[in-house]
Structure formats: C-alpha cells, structure tokens
C-alpha cells in the first residue's frame, strides 16, 4: 500500500522553529521526486518546496527560511522550518511524484505550476502548523 505520513506539526510563536517529516512506503522512494505543499484556510494548495536527485526548490515566500531534505535510507522527507510567521500557518501536506514525469532539475513544473499529471501523485494527510504572534 502506497503511504506517505506527516508529522512534527504543532503551535509556534512568530520567530520559532518547526522540523516536518514525511515517511513513505509501498513504492520505491528513490525513484519519486518529493515535495511539501500548503493549504491555509480559504486559500488554495500551494507548493512550499521541492527535491529530486538533481538538487532543490524553493517558493519565494519560504526561500531563505526553510530546508527541504530527504533520507534515502530512511524513505523520510524532511521540511526544516526557522523563522515562521503568522502567514506559514496552514496544513502542510507531503506528496511524491515519479521521477520520470518531470524534465531533469524541472521542479518548477511540479510543485509551483502543477503542470504535472496530478494522477500520478501520491498525497499525505497532512500535519497542521500553527504560528502566533
């Protein structure tokens, strides 16, 4: 059975520190590129961060801020999150698409302009990040 499972959720003040992490099972892991998307209340899903075999991706709202990396050994995908604001607060979802749907270093595609096949996709349920001021 294809799963991906988030965690490391919780409630921060504006300033604080979150790590998410994302394990996968039922597919071969390293064959999928990975990525961390968001939905805060009324607005769409939007695309946080990305990473495949080639390197990373970043949303310009998280750039500087957040870290997205992945534990092969593990079938983890990891979001470090520093300096959170009241704006990152949202449900934040891991999700996995294969490889061999995007053009090399092609991430853009996937996770900013979801121009990928969204059948292909592989969703988590989320984990619910809360920032206070």
């Known amino acids: 059975q294809v799963q991906l499972v988030e965690s490391g959720g919780g409630s921060v003040q504006a300033g604080g520190s979150l790590r998410l992490s994302c394990v996968a099972s039922g597919y071969t892991y390293s064959t999928y590129t990975m990525g961390w998307f968001r939905q805060a209340p009324g607005k769409e899903r939007e695309g946080v961060a990305a990473?495949?075999?080639?390197?990373?991706s970043y949303a310009d709202s998280v750039k500087d801020r957040f870290t997205i990396s992945r534990d092969y050994d593990k079938n983890t995908l990891y979001l470090q999150m520093n300096g959170l604001k009241p704006e990152d607060t949202a449900m934040y979802y891991c999700a996995a698409v294969p490889s061999f749907a995007l053009s090399a270093g092609d991430l853009d595609s996937w996770y900013l302009t979801r121009q990928v096949d969204r059948r292909l996709e592989i969703w988590g349920q989320g984990t619910l990040v809360n920032v206070s001021t």
């Open positions: 990473i495949d075999s080639d390197g990373t």
